[in-house]
């Protein structure tokens, strides 16, 4: 007790001087909310954490002045080994303790002291919603896979040859058909049309029903993807990862400077996370605060990581933006001191308290927010540009077919004889 008396003392926790706090004034959203004021200066206007921060002051009898950090970055290593952001504040001793859902991470940990946690930081990559599929050609060949084309292109060719020679060289076959004729009843067969095909001979029969068995399973599997491609609404993801976003090649990684993400990809000994920080996010992917990130995310090739409680926390509209269900670099988060700061112990029991008597929940669920459901699980009129592609191969088609009419007159004419009148 007496050594606990000392320490509220020295560091004026019932004393007439505040406690000195720092916090961020990039969007942390629900943990604080910032706004402008008319002389410009920025002022804390509410979120879970400050109310924490005022039942800590009731709980523990001393008063705090809350400021935002200089930098307005939560703190990163810089290359002269200094630190800037809240980190950086707290370790020249600019102030006394950081409220905020600061990452645990190894790096900080070296400069500052962590509390006890008070939430879990996930990060998560946004970017541009994309619903419709880029080109009007692919509406129609995505249903299958190159490797499926490819085989659909094979079993075409073996069975209109095993269909040939059946029905050629079979001395119970009544019927002979040319090569080019077989070819468009399996052409009509693999696409569900109706065709005249009557054998006599047993391997006829058992080759054209395999080849009808073949072709239904074939036009069910596509017509049931192509339905759903064009009518349903379902989030399309070009990547999924790190490896897939390199392979890509097309995106730019966007993150906030200064956060726990910039450090741990700096650092990362994996190859592949190092390939992502020197390529796609070193050279044009650090922003400046949550804002412009998610500004540049509603533009093509920029993907933007962010904390999943910041994005669903804020003003906007979620459904403007695709959200990778992969989650990435979780932290366990929470306040810090300076390293070795008495002040620790004081605010982990507090904090450990507020836990436990669940009143930390309680500020939370006054400031949480529910997640928006930009599915829509039903379905949409098809528009034209979905039926662009059928438009245009049926036009094609028909004036191939016209031009080649015309050509076959034109050939017939020249070798008819000529009628000459006398």
């Known amino acids: 007790e007496e050594f606990r008396l000392k320490l ?19 969007w942390q959203a629900p943990a604080v909310y910032v706004q402008k004021q008319a002389s410009g200066e920025w002022h804390v206007s509410g979120g879970w954490i400050p109310d924490l921060v005022n039942t800590l002051e009731q709980t523990m009898n001393f008063t705090c002045s809350m400021s935002l950090s200089a930098d307005r970055k939560f703190g990163s290593r810089n290359a002269d080994g200094s630190w800037s952001g809240m980190v950086g504040m707290v370790g020249n001793d600019q102030a006394d303790i950081i409220v905020a859902t600061l990452d645990n991470t190894l790096a900080r940990g ?63 076959e009544t019927r002979r058909l040319s090569f080019p004729e077989i070819c468009s009843l399996v052409i009509a067969a693999l696409a569900s049309q109706g065709c005249d095909c009557w054998t006599t001979a047993t391997s006829g029969r058992i080759a054209w029903l ?19 491609a064009l009518t349903i609404n379902v989030p399309y993801y070009p990547f999924d990862g790190f490896q897939s976003l390199l392979d890509n090649g097309r995106y730019t990684l966007g993150i906030v400077q200064g956060v726990a993400v910039e450090t741990e990809l700096k650092d990362s000994r994996d190859a592949t996370v190092q390939r992502v920080w020197n390529e796609i996010v070193k050279p044009k992917g650090i922003v400046r605060n949550s804002e412009e ?18 994005f669903y926390g804020t003003n906007i509209d979620a459904c403007d933006y695709a959200v990778l269900p992969k989650r990435f670099f979780k932290f366990p988060s929470g306040f810090a001191v300076k390293k070795g700061s008495p002040l620790g112990i004081l605010f982990n029991r507090a904090l450990l308290t507020t836990i436990n008597t669940g009143v930390l929940r309680r500020i939370k669920r006054r400031w949480e927010k529910r997640k928006p459901d930009c599915l829509d699980s039903g379905v949409s009129a098809m528009t034209v540009k979905q039926m662009t592609s059928a438009f245009l191969l049926l036009a094609l088609g028909l004036g191939l077919a016209a031009f080649i009419a015309g050509c076959e007159k034109l050939w017939k004419k020249k070798r008819e004889p000529r009628r000459m009148l006398l």
Do not use: Q
């Not at 509220?8 to 990039?26: A, C, F, M, R």
């Not at 995310?297 to 962010?306: E, L, Q, R, T």
């Open 293 to 310: 990130g998610l500004e540049r995310a509603k533009k093509d090739g920029f993907v933007f990581m962010i904390v999943e409680g910041v």
């Open 8 to 26: 509220i003392e020295s560091y004026s926790v019932t004393g007439d001087t505040p406690v000195k706090v720092t916090d961020i004034s990039n």
């Open 110 to 172: 070296s400069v500052v002291d962590f509390l006890i946690a008070i939430d879990v930081t996930g990060y998560m990559m946004v970017m541009k919603a994309a619903n419709e599929k880029g080109s009007v050609w692919t509406n129609y060949t995505s249903e299958f896979s190159g490797e499926v084309w490819v085989s659909l292109a094979a079993l075409l060719c073996c069975s209109s040859v095993v269909l040939f020679v059946t029905l050629t060289y079979s001395p119970h």
């Open 210 to 228: 395999t080849i009808l068995c073949t072709a239904v399973l074939v036009s069910v599997h596509y017509t049931s993807w192509m339905y759903s």
